[in-house]
């Protein structure tokens, strides 16, 4: 049966309106941001929000704005009327953060609407109502200067947008995240959060000689709204390219989180949620994170409005470049500039862990002064003898142990007869070299007085042959001796290829490694990438290679191991990848490998040698999957944990 045809006419009003609500409010969040965004261009210096049922109930947004008289009150309900664009506005330029004159429309057409708002100055306030896209008179009202704004029943006028809804909470968790981004992007305003009983998020205003520092008054207001934790374990970005200017705190690699929930971007004060800026951080990450791992940001772009269209959707969380190239380059560079100026810096977060981890499970044999003192303990079951490294000053022990203990402890530790306890592995992995050689031990005197503040202190021990133990000045630091020298050697690396290449090292005998058939060919039709890079393959009969060379910087390297790990690695990535679109991963790779190792015998030289590279080495304070390489454990920590504060 062949369907009537219709003539085509205008929808009415309320439909119209009710269309568009379907993009403008997709959830009480969407409302509640257009809300307050409203507050925020009204010159507002505070904003209260109430929700009730995640907001399906009751939405509430009080401000004290310019507010609205009689005649603005009856046309802020209509459709495309709005004071923050002139008759001949050019939408290339921008600078309110609403524009489209949708937002009150489209929540009055599926709920029930209620204005109430007072210009300063004037004598009373006046209250409009709408439901349901059905418009009120205009009436007197109580209220101080400002506007309240109350929506209730939220999509009561279409069920069927009303089911899809989520739970309560999370939709309240989305409201909650959306008052904390503009609460970032204006810390001049006050901000509250409530559920009609608890506070969700509270952000007073910042006044005084702290706006006068932006970055201050940032950090001030990331502060209050993520966690005091991020304000301590993030470093400030601030680069200007071309006209565009990217400022903010991005997080130290260690302080990272599971999802990319708390990365903030801001885009000439609007927040905004954006592929390529997303992207852009995690290249700028790729060094220092696990692909699991996202690190925590909060990013402001300024440039011209006309660089940027931000009339997109009518959500207006996506915007689009002009010029994209330059502003990831300005992202990738910016946060890698400010985070190579931490140095090796570490959160503190991670040393708050372990202290929160560490109880006494019980009291173990008080040891006798002799074992107190020197840390002696018996042999193994394997024979190995315990590690123990004495560096020198002033004994901090109830007991000094004696000349002979001291004796007796050092002759534990150094080389066996074969040379395989104490054989020195910093030519191999290369961090002592790099300092002009493996120091030597220096006198215990000399460590005594007017010693220089070492950041990392002074190698005092290995434990487990795996963790070297520092002494700082008001503290210890314990460092994973392979984790710390992956970043070192990889990071060296790096500088080599910007210098011109890595510098290769023949093999005495070219090792040949057996591998399936389709490995081996992979890796051979890579043989002048990989050269490139400092290891030299060629094919050797059909089900293997032979490694001629590999570079300098691993030193003595299990070449079977690592290029059996670069042939899964390639396998993964497919054919057509280039490698230098994966350089992070194989100088990663060769850099684990070349590594010191775990379960590898240090001296007190190789441990000061490690420690003082680390000093001087950005990004040291996480290997290359953003694992931290040393925790930090200040003397008042460690105090508490044995109730001594």
């Given at each position: 049966m062949t369907p009537s045809l219709r003539a085509i006419r205008p929808l009415p009003a309320t439909l119209v309106n009710r269309i568009a609500a379907g993009e403008v409010v997709e959830r009480p969040a969407s409302a509640v941001k257009e809300l307050v965004e409203n507050a925020i261009d009204a010159g507002a210096t505070r904003v209260d929000v109430t929700l009730s049922a995640g907001g399906k109930a009751l939405i509430v947004v009080v401000d004290d704005g310019r507010g609205m008289g009689p005649d603005d009150l009856s046309l802020a309900v209509e459709r495309h009327c709005t004071s923050k664009l002139a008759d001949d506005a050019d939408l290339t330029d921008i600078r309110t953060l609403g524009f489209r004159g949708e937002a009150l429309p489209s929540i009055g057409s599926v709920a029930r609407l209620t204005l109430t708002s007072r210009p300063p100055g004037a004598e009373e306030a006046w209250r409009i109502a709408v439901e349901s896209g059905t418009v009120g008179a205009v009436e007197p009202a109580a209220h101080p200067p400002g506007t309240r704004v109350e929506v209730r029943d939220l999509f009561h006028a279409t069920p069927a947008r009303l089911k899809f809804l989520k739970a309560d909470r999370t939709e309240q968790g989305h409201a909650v995240d959306i008052v904390k981004r503009l609460a970032m992007a204006h810390p001049e305003v006050a901000f509250t959060l409530s559920d009609g009983t608890r506070t969700l998020v509270k952000a007073p205003a910042l006044t005084g000689g702290l706006l006068d520092d932006p970055h201050a008054a940032r950090r001030e207001r990331l502060g209050a709204i993520l966690s005091r934790d991020f304000a301590e374990n993030c470093v400030t970005v601030?680069?200007?390219?071309?006209?565009?200017?990217?400022?903010?705190?991005?997080?130290?690699?260690t302080f990272h989180k599971a999802t990319a929930q708390d990365q903030f971007l801001f885009v000439n004060g609007r927040p905004v949620r954006d592929r390529l800026l997303h992207g852009a951080v995690r290249g700028a990450y790729q060094d220092f994170l696990a692909r699991d791992r996202h690190p925590v940001l909060a990013l402001y772009l300024d440039l011209d409005p006309a660089a940027v269209d931000v009339n997109v959707h009518p959500a207006k969380t996506e915007v689009r470049f002009r010029d994209a190239a330059l502003v990831r380059g300005l992202i990738v560079s910016g946060i890698r500039h400010a985070l190579a100026g931490a140095g090796h810096r570490a959160s503190t977060t991670v040393a708050a862990g372990v202290l929160g981890r560490a109880r006494p499970e019980g009291v173990?044999?008080?040891?006798?002064?002799?074992?107190?003192?020197?840390?002696?303990?018996?042999?193994?079951?394997?024979?190995?003898?315990?590690?123990?490294?004495?560096?020198g000053g002033a004994w901090r022990g109830g007991v000094r142990p004696s000349v002979q203990e001291r004796e007796t402890a050092r002759a534990w530790q150094a080389p066996s007869a074969d040379g395989a306890s104490g054989e020195s592995y910093a030519g191999e992995a290369g961090f002592a070299e790099a300092s002009g050689g493996v120091p030597h031990p220096a006198p215990e005197s000399a460590h005594q007085a007017d010693e220089p503040d070492l950041p990392l202190g002074r190698a005092r021990a290995q434990v487990h042959t795996t963790y070297i133990v520092a002494e700082t000045a008001d503290g210890l630091v314990i460092v994973d001796q392979?984790?710390?020298?992956?970043r070192l050697v990889y990071e060296r690396m790096k500088t080599a290829l910007a210098d011109g290449g890595i510098?290769?090292?023949?093999?005495?005998l070219p090792e040949v490694v057996e591998l399936d058939e389709t490995a081996a060919a992979r890796l051979v039709?890579?043989?002048?990438?990989?050269?490139?890079?400092?290891?030299?393959?060629?094919?050797?009969?059909?089900?293997?290679?032979?490694?001629?060379e590999v570079p300098a910087l691993l030193g003595r390297v299990d070449v079977a191991a690592l290029v059996r790990d670069l042939a899964d690695e390639l396998a993964e990535w497919g054919q057509t990848l280039a490698l230098?679109?994966?350089?992070?991963?194989?100088?990663?790779?060769?850099?684990?490998?070349?590594?010191?190792?775990?379960?590898?015998r240090l001296n007190e030289a190789e441990m000061d040698a490690l420690l003082r590279q680390m000093e001087a080495t950005p990004h040291s304070g996480q290997c290359n999957h953003g694992r931290p390489t040393y925790v930090e454990l200040r003397l008042a920590d460690i105090e508490k944990l044995f109730g001594r504060r």
């Open positions: 601030d680069v200007e390219r071309e006209g565009a200017r990217l400022t903010g705190h991005a997080g130290l690699p173990a044999e008080a040891p006798t002064p002799s074992g107190l003192a020197t840390g002696l303990a018996p042999r193994g079951a394997s024979g190995d003898a315990p590690r123990l490294a004495l560096g392979h984790a710390a020298h992956e510098a290769r090292q023949g093999l005495l039709k890579r043989s002048t990438e990989f050269a490139d890079l400092g290891l030299v393959i060629e094919g050797f009969g059909p089900g293997a290679v032979v490694v001629r230098k679109d994966r350089l992070a991963d194989v100088c990663g790779t060769m850099a684990c490998h070349g590594s010191v190792r775990a379960g590898r």
